[in-house]
């Protein structure tokens, strides 16, 4: 099967994931929630959640595109633990609504993230480098979950 196919289907799962993870009306959800100063807007978030998709094929397609042994494996597999773990953020937040699960599952998601990055940064920069806007994202999104957290508990 060709990269780019495999690359789609995976990233295609983790959206469907991320979107039965999430159940219904997350729009309501973010209404019910007194947001920080300078939130955006629903829009921008869907914008997001694109731009990690497009990293995530991205990063997905060169690994699986590439020759090498156990080090790519292990890049692609924590690739796929993120998309899992992204999947399962959106559970802790939109069904449980567990701010602080929330805050804290973040804060290791973030490590494998970065492993992934220092991972990248050994074995395909060009794959480091794409991934690194998202990893530069990661602290905003942090403070943001904080704040979303102690502003309603």
């Known amino acids: 099967m060709h990269p780019a196919l495999i690359s789609f289907v995976i990233c295609l799962l983790a959206v469907i994931a991320e979107g039965l993870m999430a159940g219904g009306d997350i729009r309501q959800h973010f209404r019910d929630l007194k947001l920080p100063k300078g939130s955006p807007p629903m829009w921008l978030w869907i914008v997001i959640g694109l731009g990690y998709y497009a990293i995530c094929f991205t990063i ?4 699986l595109s590439a020759t090498g042994g156990t080090t790519r494996h292990v890049a692609i597999g924590l690739l796929i633990v993120l998309l899992a773990a992204n999947a ?13 699960a929330t805050f804290y599952f973040s804060l290791a998601y973030g490590v494998v993230a970065i492993a992934l990055l220092v991972l990248l940064s050994m074995i395909d ?10 990893i530069a994202y990661l602290p905003y999104a ?12």
């Open 88 to 100: 399962f953020w959106n559970y802790l937040f939109f069904r449980a609504k567990n701010l602080a």
């Open 142 to 153: 942090g403070v943001f979950q904080y704040l979303l957290w102690r502003l309603n508990s």
């Open 125 to 134: 920069r060009t794959s480091a480098l794409v991934l690194l806007p998202y």
């Open 60 to 63: 997905l397609y060169r690994l």
